[in-house]
T-cell receptor, first 109, second 112 residues
Framework: GQQVMQIPQYQHVQEGEDFTTYCNSS?????IQWYKQRPGGHPVFLIQ?????EVKKQKRLTFQFGEAKKNSSLHITATQTTDVGTYFC?????????FGQGTELSVKP | ETGVTQTPRHLVMGMTNKKSLKCEQH?????MYWYKQSAKKPLELMFV???????ENNSVPSRFSPECPNSSHLFLHLHTLQPEDSALYLC???????????FGPGTRLTVL
């Protein structure tokens, strides 16, 4: 079936530490999207990757799309308390956008 | 961000009440969605509309009834809900069904 899996489900880090969340699809994806949901908020689109092996950066966030276009990662360098929230990946499968379960990041100051 | 609006933002209802959630998108999109998000759980897709036609209904109980009168508006009619239906209900829209989605702020629903 159509699946987009994310790990870990939760991650607790000390402020200043790095953080990575991984996303794996059961099928090859035409693109991968990443969203962030702040506590008490709603998911907000961050970025879309389209090309095999693509790497994009947004300040301290680095997004990668795997060579086989079946996996992706989001890496945050030197986390800050403003990075707190749940990060979702999503990919089109079967004509729909399938969301991963999300990784909840908490940052201890 | 005011591309997708939802009302009300908070709703408390009894199990015998009837209420409706409203979503409006100002982005000119053709697809709209309802999601349920319970505490510490992932997004659960409930309904998908494309060009005002329902294209997805993920085994949602009949006490939830969607309505899409036009491509800019989406409603979720609620009746005889259960306490376990308490959750954040999110509306989203996209240009096409598999495209990037833009979410509204959600309605926090509590069923007593």
């Amino acid at each position: 079936g159509q699946q987009v899996m994310q790990i870990p489900q939760y991650q607790h880090v000390q402020e200043g530490e790095d953080f990575t969340t991984y996303c794996n699809s059961s099928t090859t994806l035409s693109n991968i999207q990443w969203y962030k949901q702040r506590p008490g908020g709603h998911p907000v689109f961050l970025i879309q990757l389209v090309k095999s092996g693509e790497v994009k950066k947004q300040k301290r966030l680095t997004f990668q799309f795997g060579e086989a276009k079946k996996n992706s990662s989001l890496h945050i360098t030197a986390t800050q308390t403003t990075d707190v929230g749940t990060y979702f990946c999503a990919g089109p499968q079967g004509g729909k956008l399938i969301f991963g379960q999300g990784t909840e990041l908490s940052v201890k100051p | 961000e005011t591309g997708v609006t939802q009302t009300p933002r908070h709703l408390v209802m009894g199990m015998t009440n009837k209420k409706s959630l409203k979503c409006e998108q100002h982005l000119g999109h053709n697809a709209m969605y309802w999601y349920k998000q319970s505490a510490k759980k992932p997004l659960e897709l409930m309904f998908v509309y494309s060009l005002e036609e329902r294209v997805e209904n993920n085994s949602v109980p009949s006490r939830f009834s969607p309505e899409c009168p036009n491509s800019s508006h989406l409603f979720l009619h609620l009746h005889t809900l259960q306490p376990e239906d308490s959750a954040l209900y999110l509306c989203a829209s996209s240009q096409r069904v598999s495209d990037t989605q833009y979410f509204g702020p959600g309605t926090r629903l509590t069923v007593l």
